[in-house]
């Protein structure tokens, strides 16, 4: 070893196979320095301890940051540079640090202003970028009042008070990010501000909340139309649409969706979710909603709509493989997508003759939509408790502590939101599936129709095969001439498949258990 590289040692706690501690000698690998204007090369012992502290420090913030979704810190950093661009544009200059004052003059632009004022909330001085002990609560209101709504039939109204809400909440995230204390008068004069906000808004409202719900033949014309539209983006939204609705969940619950949260049991696809929005730790307990097939209404089948996915988009091979949609911001994406086929002519009509608009409808209106259906769809609904289990609505009181998770309950719902036909001996139908198991013929042509399937979600991709096989001729008939030349099609496998599927659809059977049936039928 050249004389000019130093290794530097250090003694750490190995754990022996008896369990107990020994000490060991574990070289640290040299930091090596180069200069700019020089090939050579040298080994700094302090600058290999400052990396190792500016490393620790860096993941410790990392995990800081984690306590809020980046996608929620990012809306609130922008509500905070609008709120201090505001301030700066008017006789509120005094409640801004000089140096950004200066900063802020010194670029022309709103996009270099923003983008100013971020690069200051990221110095490693960590310095407020308003000097939040002296702001007051009238100032803050005041530029409440003076925001509009941009877009929609309501342009140029001021905004509704759950929209104020989220303004507040970045608020109380910058006395949080700095470390300040909210002062209590302060706190107490924008209670008392945001309650007469929002008595002035229940005066003003039209009376509805949100999104409008949409009921199940809006859900059905809809779903049809995405698998119409002949783009792999409205596929893409196809799944989103129908699986939002079967699992009664919010969006962005459905990008966290990994490949290990699928199972298939019986006759059942079970999707476990590990993080929600009342569950931010993840400590509630782990069941799994059960979504079942619906070969009677092929457009609003879950399974063929996860097959039709998987055949349309391959599954990523990339760091993402483990998301059932990878990628950033997918949620953004199938909202982007659903809006725009509500106003294209065939959306807008079904829209229309359902009696709702194109803005009266969101990613939220299938949460509110299938909760609907199963509560108050039919006279046999499923009992409320195992529809807000589902939901993952909060039982106060005893009901909460008393009223648990039964799969027999989230079955009923599972069907039940699958739109099979509750009083009917359909509404037990089992899904399309290979009678003769799985052989190696069709081993090989679940990896032709979907290639790097994860081995754990196998039986998944044995019955979205299977669905495959049995809507082929509805397929051909439906959908965009380009997914009929995926290999699957092309190759004739689904013809040779053909005669070890089911020609009958039925309720039971050997080979799968039923795993809800009304007692009434």
Request: neutral net charge; glycine residues 6%; proline residues 5%.
């Amino acid at each position: 070893m050249d004389s000019d590289m130093q290794t530097t040692t250090t003694t750490t706690e190995i754990p022996s196979e008896s369990g107990i501690g020994a000490s060991a000698t574990v070289p640290t690998p040299p930091v090596v320095l180069q200069d700019a204007n020089s090939a050579s090369t040298t080994t700094d012992p302090v600058a290999a301890t400052a990396a190792r502290v500016l490393d620790a420090a860096d993941r410790v913030q990392q995990v800081m940051e984690e306590r809020i979704k980046h996608s929620t810190r990012r809306n609130y950093i922008n509500i905070i540079i609008t709120f201090i661009l505001w301030l700066l544009s008017g006789a509120h200059k005094e409640l801004i640090p000089d140096n950004l004052v200066e900063a802020v003059a010194a670029v022309e632009g709103d996009v270099n202003k923003r983008k100013c004022i971020k690069e200051f909330m990221k110095k490693p001085e960590h310095v407020a970028p308003l000097k939040l002990t002296e702001l007051k609560a009238y100032t803050f209101i005041e530029y409440l009042l003076t925001l509009k709504t941009t877009k929609g039939k309501n342009k140029g109204n001021s905004l509704s008070y759950g929209s104020l809400l989220l303004y507040r909440s970045a608020l109380s995230f910058l006395y949080r990010e700095y470390r300040v204390s909210m002062p209590s008068d302060f706190e107490k004069d924008v209670h008392d501000a945001y309650s007469g906000l929002g008595r002035r808004g229940a005066k003003d409202s039209d009376g509805r909340a949100g999104k409008e719900p949409i009921d199940f033949q809006l859900y059905r014309a809809l779903a049809a139309l995405f698998l119409k539209s002949g783009g792999k983006d409205t596929i893409f939204a196809h799944t989103m649409f129908v699986l939002s609705w079967n699992l009664m969940c919010r969006v962005s619950n459905m990008t966290n969706i990994r490949f290990e949260h699928l199972e298939w049991k019986e006759d059942a696809l079970g999707i476990f979710f590990t993080h929600q929005k009342n569950d931010q730790m993840g400590q509630k307990p782990r069941d799994a909603r059960h979504v079942y097939a619906n070969p009677l209404q092929p457009e609003i089948c879950p399974v063929l709509a996860l097959a039709l996915y998987w055949i349309t988009i391959p599954i990523s091979t990339s760091e993402d493989k483990e998301s059932l949609f990878p990628g950033n911001s997918q949620d953004s994406r199938y909202r982007g997508i659903l809006g725009t086929l509500l106003t294209e002519p065939d959306g807008a009509k079904v829209v229309k003759d359902a009696g709702l608009t194109a803005t009266q409808i969101g990613c939220h209106s299938t949460r509110k939509g299938s909760s609907t259906y199963a509560s108050s769809g039919s006279t046999a609904c499923p009992p409320s408790t195992a529809i807000s289990i589902r939901a993952s609505w909060t039982l106060g009181g005893v009901e909460g502590h008393y009223l648990r998770y039964e799969a027999a309950g989230d079955q009923y719902v599972g069907r039940t939101f699958t739109g099979l036909p509750i009083q009917s001996a359909n509404f037990a139908i089992l899904p399309p599936f290979f009678k003769c198991g799985v052989t190696d013929e069709i081993s090989e042509a679940i990896k032709v129709a979907f290639p790097n399937l994860p081995l754990s979600c196998n039986r998944v991709g044995e019955f979205a095969l299977a669905s495959l096989v049995f809507h082929r001729n509805w397929l051909h008939s439906t959908l965009p001439a380009f997914l009929t030349l995926h290999p699957i099609f092309s190759s004739r496998v689904l013809d040779k498949l053909s005669s070890l599927n089911k020609s009958l659809l039925r309720q039971t059977c050997d080979q799968y258990l039923t795993t809800y049936f009304l007692s009434h039928i």
